[in-house]
């Protein structure tokens, strides 16, 4: 059924589960979970950086990477994880990478905005939900 889940993760309680729902559903179809988390930084590119900027920079990848060492160790079902990190959009990183890797499937956890900042910039699970070429679950 599925071959290739993507599964964004932010380290939000809401990602969590998503991770957890994709684990299970790689473990039931024999799925390869794809990982992603994406460094949103907002800081022009092709402008040269100062030293305080590139250790943010360097701060928001290792938090990346500390997301997915975290989706690693909940993962018990010897399910195979491929991570990937990404700067950027994160619905645009996300979009880039089922491409890319024509996944069958993303799971991904609802937003935690509300109010003012969900009117004004929307959620990422709205857009990938409709942009995305492929199936997008939703979990809350």
């Known amino acids: 059924m599925y071959k290739k889940i993507l599964v964004p993760t932010d380290g939000s309680e809401f990602a969590k589960k998503a991770q957890l729902q994709a684990i299970y559903l790689a473990k039931a179809t024999g799925a390869e979970i794809i990982a992603l988390s994406v460094s949103e930084n907002h800081f022009i590119s092709g402008i040269s950086l100062n030293d305080e900027v590139e250790q943010l920079n360097e701060l928001l990848k290792d938090r990346c990477e500390e997301d997915l060492k975290q989706f690693e160790d ?67």
């Open 74 to 140: 909940m993962n018990d079902e010897e399910v195979k994880i491929s991570p990937v990190i990404r700067e950027g959009s994160p619905a645009k990183s996300i979009l880039d990478v089922a491409s890319e890797e024509d996944v069958d499937l993303i799971v991904i956890g609802s937003s935690g905005k509300s109010g003012f900042d969900r009117f004004i910039l929307g959620s990422v699970s709205e857009k990938v939900v409709h942009t995305a070429k492929c199936p997008v679950l939703i979990v809350h």
